[in-house]
């Protein structure tokens, strides 16, 4: 057992993972890790977002235990936290997506693999146990795609989800004033960081090379080509005839990733999409795209309980987890939260991550008088005046592609 493992055991809180993972890694992989586009306004407002609402509890409701799990797509989960897709968890920790694979299957949830992992889908699959998704992207060559899908059917991932909002590369600035590349170059400047990172430089020294593995074929294995050679393979004129397309060729669970608009997630349904994932990419892509939590009620509402609709982006407490299940998500995924984690201690740091959740959420759960999940609906939380009174139906009420977040409002009530 590396000294690293006994870490978590200090880290209280999922900030607390997030200081030790600045201190364990080199800045620019850190800053990969925590960056956002441009201005990293979406990045803060996704936390913010979640800091402005407020619970209205009812603690006269005591309950020895509290029932946190559910059941998405026949699949029952400890809690309603599952890992989402993060390319390149393998700069992180050697076979970074192995390690956080183990953690969420012991932890009861699921693990999301990104196309852009740095072990295969069929590695993954043989390594671990446990409920695994596979996310794929639109590719100009969709015979890519179908390859990837088969690949990830034959493995026994059982869903998939295909990412919408990351068709063209957002703007990561920190990236760029740190001249961060795939794989992570060092020079002068940065050698002396990289120096007093002596825990990662040695773990990575005995990793594989870390490359895209999916990717990888015998002309093409070096990272640096695979990455370089990515946004030339990704489409950007993605629309609904490839979702159908997609659709048609992968019978089991299909969840669209990206999904903001109210009206784009009535049409997932309609589209035969089996959830949505209400999401900005973490604040990765487009910069000032409406805050996740924020996006949330207008498309819970246009869903209508058809189909389950879960939420990323600025979740690091339980707490903003029982917020978004009130405001009509079924499930919450994490990004950065697991990899401070694995930056930290591996599996155990990953382990570490999820056990703070279901902590988390019983604490919440306990002190709010919810028995359980089940107990948590609209009335739990408020929603800050201001996220009504910004609601563009005030004052552009005939605006068309805006109606929906009118209705909304009108279901809600005002809080
Ligand atoms: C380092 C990193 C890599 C990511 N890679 C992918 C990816 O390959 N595919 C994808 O759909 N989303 C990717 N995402 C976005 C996450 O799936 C998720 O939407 C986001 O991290 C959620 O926000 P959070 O980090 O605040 O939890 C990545 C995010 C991070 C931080």
């Not at 773990?203 to 594989?208: E, Q």
């Amino acid at each position: 057992m590396s000294a690293a493992t006994r870490l978590p055991e200090r880290a209280y809180n999922i900030a607390t993972l997030r200081r030790m993972a600045a201190r364990r890694l080199p800045r620019m992989v850190f800053d990969f890790v925590d960056g956002g586009a441009e201005d990293e306004r979406t990045l803060q407002r996704n936390e913010q977002d979640f800091a402005a609402l407020e619970f209205l509890p009812q603690p006269l409701n005591g309950t020895a235990t509290r029932d946190q799990s559910i059941e998405l797509f026949g699949t029952r989960l400890k809690l309603p936290v599952l890992i989402g897709p993060t390319g390149l968890a393998g700069l992180l920790w050697p076979r970074g997506e192995i390690e956080a694979a183990r953690a969420a299957a012991r932890a009861g949830t699921i693990y999301t693999m990104s196309h852009g992992s740095t072990v295969s889908i069929e590695d993954l699959a043989n390594q671990v146990v446990g409920p695994k998704w596979f996310q794929v992207f639109l590719y100009k060559d969709r015979g890519l795609t179908q390859s990837f899908t088969e690949r990830a059917r034959a493995a026994g991932y059982q869903a998939l989800v295909l990412t919408i909002d990351n068709q063209i590369l957002g703007q990561r600035e920190r990236d760029l004033a740190n001249g961060f590349t795939i794989p992570p170059r060092f020079g002068l400047r940065t050698s002396a960081n990289l120096l007093r990172r002596a825990g990662w430089l040695m773990a990575m020294s005995r990793a594989p090379r870390v490359t895209m593995a999916n990717y990888v074929t015998d002309q093409r294995r070096d990272l640096l080509a695979l990455a370089k050679h990515m946004p030339e393979l990704l489409d950007p004129t993605l629309n609904w005839r490839d979702v159908d397309w997609l659709r048609s060729i992968w019978a089991g669970p299909l969840l669209l990733k990206g999904v903001l608009h109210p009206e784009e997630a009535a049409l997932a349904v309609e589209h035969g999409i089996d959830g949505v994932i209400v999401s900005n990419h973490g604040g990765r892509q487009l910069e000032s795209a409406i805050s996740a939590i924020r996006a949330l009620p207008a498309v819970a509402a246009a869903v209508a309980g058809r189909i389950p609709v879960l939420i990323d982006g600025g979740i690091r407490r339980g707490g903003d987890v029982v917020k978004a299940l009130a405001l009509g998500a079924t499930a919450c995924l994490i990004g950065r939260p697991h990899l401070w984690g694995l930056a930290v201690a591996g599996e155990a740091g990953v382990a570490h991550a999820l056990e703070i959740f279901r902590a988390d959420i019983d604490r919440v759960l306990a002190l709010g008088g919810w028995d359980g999940l089940a107990a948590i609906d609209r009335q739990a939380v408020l929603l800050p005046g201001h996220w009504t009174g910004l609601h563009p139906h005030e004052r552009q009420r005939e605006a068309g592609s805006l109606r929906m977040f009118a209705k909304t409002d009108a279901r809600l009530g005002s809080a």
